[in-house]
Structure formats: C-alpha cells, structure tokens
C-alpha cells in the first residue's frame, strides 16, 4: 500500500512535469507558424502575419486578408500589435521566433531586421513593383542592393487640415504659399482663434512639421544627405529650415501656447481643432488626420473640415513628405510569396481604399475607389507629387529617430519650448546624431 | 531515500519553472550585457560605461534615487498615521475602505487617472481645476483676457494694461482697437462699432474689436467691426495718476466731458486682461517626478495602512495601559511603546516598498506624457526603452537589467535573512 503510494506520488509528480513540458511545446506551436514550411505542395497551407493596425485599420486589413483566404484557401492568421510591433517582432526575432510576415512602419526597421538577416529577399516581386510603382518606392524596399520591402500602403504627409468655419469667420482661404500661411495665420489669430494646433506631446508630429518645410526649402537633393546623415546637422540648411519652422512655433500661433502644446497630443491636437468649439484653426500632420476627426468628432467633410496641401516655400515644386507600412517575409514558404503577390495587386489596394483611410503608393489603383473626395485628392497627390520623399525621421536609426523621450522627438520637444534657440538645438541634434551612427 | 524521492516529485515543477523562467535568463541576461546590440561582437564593459556616461540613462539613475529616498519612507509614514488614527475614528471601515480601494487599481489604469487629472487646462484636469476656483476668487480674470493692441498706436502690454501713446488734448478722438478677441469672449450685447464724433469740451473715444473677417484695415472703425461694452477706460494726467474714468457703451463709445486745459492719456487698466488661470504644469518636466511620486502614494498608501493596522491590532492592550497608567502622554505612549512594537511591520512595509520603488516602471510610463519621459525616467523604464522600446539595444539593456538586479540584492537578501530569523 505504501508502496504503491510512493508510486502514485512519484507519478503525480511526473504528470505535472509532463503537463507543464508539453504547455511549453504547446505555447512553442502555437505562436511559431514554423509548420507552414512543411505543408507540402499543392496543399494551401497558413501564414501568420504581424502589423500594427488596431480597430478600424485592422478590420479594413482583416478585409483584405479574408479575401486573400478566400482566393487561395491558405489559412491566415493575423496579430495586431499596436504600437507595441517593435517590441513584439524585436523579441520575436531574437528569439528566433518570427511571425512569416509583417507590415513594418519604418524603413529602419526593415534596414534593421534586413542587417540582422532575418528578412528574407521579395526579388520575385521586382518586376511588378518596377512596373507599378514609382522608382522611390523599390528604392525604398531595398537593403544593400537586395529587395526586402513592397509598399502596400503609402501616407500622404504634407497635408494641413483645417476648420472651414474658423478660415470663414477670419475671412481667409487655404494658402498656396509659406508667407501667405504665416499671413493667414495672423488673420486667424486676430480673429481670435490659435492658428495652429501642435501635438507636442507625440515628437512625431513635429519631425512631419520639419520634414514638410526642409524638403521644400533645401531642396530634395540635401534631404537626401541629411537622411543619409551625409551632411550634419549643424548645416546652414538645417538651421535655416528650424528657423521657418520657428515662425510658426511662436507662442502666440499655437493653441495652449507652446508650454501646452508640449503636453498635447496628437489626438487631442486634432480633436481640439474640430470640436464644436474649436481652441484652433489648423493641423498640420498627414492624410490619417480626416479618420481622427470624423472617428472623435461631429464635424463633417468639406463643410466642417477640408485640406490643402503643404505651401510652397520659395517656389518650390510640388512636392510631398511621405510614410508607408512595407511588407516583408521573415519566412520564405509558398504561402508567404502568394500573400505578398496578393498584396501587390491593384485588388488588395482597392478593398481597404474603399473602406477608407487608405492610399496606396501603387501606380494601377483608380482614383475612382477612394471612398471621399478629400481621400481621393491626398491620395492623388501622393501619387502625382513632383518630389517625394520618406519621412526623414523614419530613415533614421531608431534610437535616434524614433525612440519617446530621446533623440529627433525629445530635441524638437525642447525647440517648441524654446523656438529661438536654433543653434543650440541643431548643435545637440548633430550630437545625438552621430552617436546613433556611430553604434 | 524514499523522502527524497517524493521531495524531488513535489519540487521537480517548481524547479523546472525557475529554472526556465529564471535562471536561464537571468545568466543569458549577465552574459547578453556583454555583448553589443547585434549580440555578436563582445565589448566587455562598454554598455555598463555607457550606463553610467548616457544622460538618459544617468537621469533614470538619479531619479531612482529620489523615488527610493522618498517613497518608501513617505508611504510608511502615511501608513502609520491612518493606521494609528483610523483605530480611533467612528467610520474606521468607511475610512480605510476608501484608502485602501486604489489598491484594487491596476497601477497602469491608476497612472492614466491621474494623468488626466493632471491636465494643465483647467477646463480638462481635475487638479488644476481645483487650483483655478481657489484662483478665480482671489482674482477673478478680466473680461477680454486674450485681448492685444491692434495697432502699435496702443502701447503697453495686457499684463500691465494698455494706453494710447498719442496725447490727447480736448476735442480729441481716442481710438482703442483691439484684437484677438476670440468670438465667444465678444461681451453680450455687443453693437457694431461706431466711431465717435469729437466735442469740443470733452475727449470721446471707441474701444472695439478692430477685426473683421478677411482682416479688415487696422486702427480704423468698420462695418462689421463690433464695438467692445462694459470696458473700463481711464484717462490720465501726464504723470500717468487717473483723473477720470468711465464705461463703454454696446457700440464701444466713451466720452469724457467737461475735461480740463492739458494733456492726457487714455488707458485701458490691466484688470480687463487679467488672463485666467492657466493652470499648474503638473505633467511638465520640472513637476513631472514628484507628480508620478504622488500618484504612486495614493496607489500603496492602502497597502501600508492595511498591514500597519494589522500589526496594531495585534499589540498586547495591557502593555498600551501599563504606559498610560505609568503616566505617559498619548505622544509619549505612541513614541515609546506603539512604534517600537511595530518595529517588524514596518520594517516589512518599508522593505517591501523598497522593493517596488526600485522595479517602478508602469506608473511612469502610464503619468509622464512622451514629451517629459525622458525627466521622468527611472532605470526599468530606460531599461525597457533601450531593448524594446525603440533603440533595440538589447546589449545596453541587459547591462541596465544586471545594474537593477544588483541594486535589488541587497534589499532581497536582507528580507530573506529576516525571514529566517522570524521562522
């Protein structure tokens, strides 16, 4: 009796250890998609993607997927990390663990996980994105000469919104140029409301603010260097774009004043504009801006809110800062290289634009599936612009360009506190800078 | 033999458990902080030089030393005096209730709380809020207070008033436009303004808002253009003394009659642009620290009153009588005889904090907004940044993981050496 105890004992003991052993190797399963290799041919087999969509970004995503599913039976499963992607795929690819494909926000962090070798080449896709994209675009997928990124979705970020009842109570119309902006401007603060609303609080909005004026002022060709960080910081360009950037950042043109527009942001700075009664008259910041009002507030397309594109500063063309989530494949399976093919049809394009919040950077999407009128012509003018160029911020290691509390976003916080200390702040910049580069 | 046996079955989960979960990372952790961001070069002690030169980091440093040096003394502190005085209250349960309910708060959601409770604008924090109708007694703001001079004509500032530079002398139009006026801050009642016709005795004047839309000329008076009521006007004798003043009308007019030989001044005083609050930059980088602190002291306060209260319930009563009959004064009995006994729960409710202060983490990121994360920084936070966080360095953030592991030490050997002593 005794005996058969100890046993009893000894087994429970060994159960538990089985059980636990096998959640392991379960949980190991189940977030490692590495079956799919083995699915043999002919079978549709799965694929597991990762993206930062949540809510009605996610559902337009999951709409596209589901058709992808659809057509071709391959299984997919898909992850939302929100703003938590960089943490979730860096772990995941340390780990060795990736998911088969993600939709990467930054192209530093398709430089960043292609340098690693954890990306796996897309050269099958050259030729459609040569075809039907613009050549910035296969230009910005490629690390060292090898094609790693497909532009599924592009962002149009030299777009100002603003508050058509505010612009008709000053008595003024959308500028076309930088010193009929700043003219509009005081109009608007001599009406009494704040020209502009500034998330602050968000380091992102102001390196878009700086990008719009440095692409149009400097010119494309120095962008390029200080993407790069071929040119310093310190350049008379920089400077010169902080400046103008200055003039706008003046505490009597920000709504809360500069102090408060620190500790705005991005969402507040929008809602704030469009509320009913509205603290501002303008934002500056992307195409994504019109899902924030009509998602939190009652204002309406066109009679409420509407658009117009950065101005010009000193003649230049027309140009445009953009953003965009590229796709790439961390693991190369059959079900991994249709769902890339499947996201580089006009097709793919086409479900989310319809659905709104969308442009696509693909040359064969009609203008015509845009679900609104103001989609349909930022959406147009990413595709038409003269110049475009990728958000600067996002080219940069992310330490240095995109990392809260450090960096690009810490360094133009403390310039928006203070707008005249443009040496000072361009001189820290170069610091942070090159010991970014350095790494 | 058979005892081990059936000791190794029991201990065999738990030991599988740590090991995995533990150990091997904590030894992949202190060998990982030796390596660079790649995790493929070895740099010996680079990362930890960094750790020590990175102003980010040094500031998360500091920054833990403030949390450590006040919070845990402060919470047990707090503690103890709800502890000792909720003994002695009618609604003891009610009381505690109350103080101990933030316990049952995540920290995360009781860092986004407070957050929005400490907005600036008044109209949206909480705090501030309060502050502003302590303030709005005291001094109330004026009636235009977003008000500016139209013209350069208008001399002075808002904070200290504005006055028209040019003299006026009887029979003379004192024009006083003014700008920036936002549309709901127009006083009700508001006439189109009218520009006054000069007497010959007296000085008339306008005060209005010099603003159409579209801009309109300004330092004129124009259709469309609203004259401003119920404004304060003084006129002054060129030593800047007020000799007379009076109230606009609803189309902005003022007259002052019967005016004496000379030259004056007319002013607007600055109580008309008295600006409302605006409201204390709790979540600014100079507050941002203590405000994160305080919000974390509502959260464990509960938590040390509880366990302080426990240890107080469970003093023998005849000793707290033997003071009291010996003579001692309520101080002398709490001074001398309480906290001495509740030596060992207070030392578990400091060590405990000590603990959690060191490790804080979530409260930081939840209170201080991007803009001031970086003045808020401690050194789980920067730890968390630097490896996932957007630098992806997991070399330096292993290297601050093994610098946290080692400032917690110490604390953790002395709670297990006291454990064993109470066993």
């Known amino acids: 009796m005794k005996r058969y105890r100890y046993h009893a004992l000894a087994l429970m003991g060994l159960t538990a250890l089985a059980v636990l052993l096998a959640a392991v190797a379960a949980g190991g399963t189940a977030s490692s998609p590495s079956a799919a290799p083995k699915v043999t041919a002919g079978a549709p087999g799965s694929v597991s993607v990762i993206s930062e969509a949540t809510g009605p970004e996610q559902k337009s995503f999951q709409a596209v997927l589901a058709r992808f599913q659809q057509k071709t039976k391959i299984k997919v499963k898909y992850t939302s990390a929100g703003r938590q992607l960089v943490t979730i795929l860096s772990t995941a690819v340390q780990g060795g663990n990736p998911p088969d494909v993600a939709l990467l926000p930054q192209p530093g962090l398709m430089r960043d996980f292609a340098n690693r070798k954890a990306l796996k080449p897309i050269t099958f896709l050259r030729g459609t994105i040569v075809r039907d994209w613009s050549p910035g675009w296969l230009q910005l997928g490629t690390v060292n000469k090898t094609l790693y990124g497909l532009y599924y ?7 100002v919104w603003y508050n058509v009842g505010a612009f008709r109570e000053a008595g003024v119309q959308p500028p076309k140029t930088f010193p009929q902006l700043l003219q509009v401007a005081s109009t608007l603060r001599a009406s009494g409301t704040a020209p502009f609303s500034i998330g602050g609080a968000d380091g992102w909005t102001l390196t878009d603010l700086f990008e719009n004026i440095y692409l149009r002022q400097a010119g494309g060709k120095k962008y390029d260097q200080l993407a790069a960080h071929t040119i310093k910081w310190t350049d008379p360009s920089v400077k010169a774009a902080l400046r103008t950037m200055g003039q706008i950042l003046q505490a009597n043109n920000v709504a809360g004043g500069t102090q408060g527009a620190v500790q705005t942001d991005f969402a507040t700075s929008v809602t704030q504009a469009f509320s009913e009664e509205p603290k501002a008259a303008m934002v500056i910041e992307a195409d994504f801006v019109a899902g924030v009002i009509t998602g939190s507030t009652k204002a309406k397309p066109r009679t409420d809110f509407n658009v117009f594109s950065f101005p010009s500063i000193k003649g230049s063309p027309p140009s445009v800062v953009g953003g965009g989530d590229a796709v790439v494949m961390f693991k190369d399976t059959p079900a ?18 319809r659905r709104g919040g969308f442009s696509s950077p693909n040359k064969r999407v009609k203008a015509s599936v845009y679900s609104d009128a103001l989609t349909r012509q930022t959406a147009s003018e990413l595709a038409k612009a003269k110049v475009f160029r990728f958000d600067l911020s996002d080219l940069q290691p992310s330490a240095f360009g995109g990392t809260v509390g450090q960096g690009l976003f810490k360094l133009f916080q403390d310039f928006l506190k203070n707008p005249n200390n443009v040496d000072g702040i361009a001189r820290q910049m170069e610091t942070a800078a090159a010991r970014a580069y350095k790494k | ?55 980010l980091l040094v500031t998360a440093i500091k920054n833990n030393a403030i949390w450590v040096g006040v919070v845990p003394a402060l919470v047990t502190a707090i503690g103890l005096i709800f502890a000792v005085l909720t003994e002695r209250v009618r609604w003891s349960v009610a009381f505690k209730t109350a103080v101990f309910m933030p316990m049952a708060i995540s920290l995360l959601a009781a860092g986004v709380i407070w957050r929005l409770m400490y907005l ?21 703001a004026g009636a235009l207070s977003a008000a500016e001079p139209s013209t350069p004509a208008l001399t002075g500032t808002p904070g200290r ?37 000069p007497v010959e005795d007296g000085i008339t004047g306008v005060v209005w808002r010099d603003f159409k839309p579209g801009g309109g000329t300004p330092g004129r008076v124009e259709t469309q253009e609203l004259g401003l009521p119920g404004v304060k006007v003084e006129l002054r004798d060129p030593g800047g003394q007020s000799v007379a003043s009076t109230t606009t009308g609803a189309d902005g007019t003022f007259a002052f009659e019967d005016v004496e030989e000379g030259q004056y001044r007319a002013a607007i005083g600055p109580s008309t642009f008295a600006k409302p609050f605006g409201g204390v930059s709790w979540l600014g980088a100079r507050l941002i620290t203590p405000s994160v602190i305080i919000a974390y002291i509502w959260v464990w306060a509960g938590f040390a009153m509880v366990v302080i209260a426990a240890g107080l319930a469970a003093i023998p009563r005849d000793v707290l009588e033997a003071a009291r009959t010996d003579g001692g004064t309520e101080w002398q009995v709490f001074r001398r005889v309480t906290v001495p006994l509740l030596a060992p729960v207070l030392s578990v409710v400091f060590i405990t904090m000590l603990i959690n202060v060191l490790k804080v983490f979530d409260i930081v990121i939840a209170v201080a907004p991007g803009s001031t994360q970086a003045e808020a920084n401690v050194i789980a936070l920067a730890m968390w940044r630097t490896s996932f966080g957007g630098v992806n360095d997991f070399g330096l953030g292993s290297a601050i993981a093994v610098f946290l592991f080692v400032l917690v030490l110490p604390v953790l050997l002395l709670n297990v050496r006291r454990f064993k002593r109470e066993v």
Do not use: C
């Open chain 1, 336 to 353: 991994s290289r249709a769902l890339l093919r499947y996201l580089a049809t006009p097709e793919a394009a086409e479900i989310w634009a």
């Open chain 2, 1 to 55: 033999m058979r005892a081990h046996g059936v000791a190794a079955a029991f201990l065999a989960p738990a030991l599988v458990v740590l090991a995995v979960w533990i150990v091997y990372p904590t030894i992949r952790t202190i060998a990982r902080s030796f390596f660079d961001r790649e995790g493929s070069d070895f740099v010996g002690i680079d990362n930890y030089k960094a750790l020590f030169t990175t102003d």
């Open chain 2, 120 to 140: 600036q604008d008044p109209d949206q924090g909480a705090v501030n809020a309060l502050l502003a109708s302590a303030k709005g007694v005291v001094s109330p």
């Open chain 2, 161 to 197: 008033g504005l006055v028209l530079q040019r003299p006026l002398e009887r029979g003379a139009v004192a024009r006083l436009g003014l700008t920036a006026i936002p549309p709901a801050e127009v006083p009700g009642g508001a006439a189109q303004a009218v520009d006054p016709k």
């Open chain 1, 153 to 159: 979705k592009g962002a149009n970020k030299s777009t």
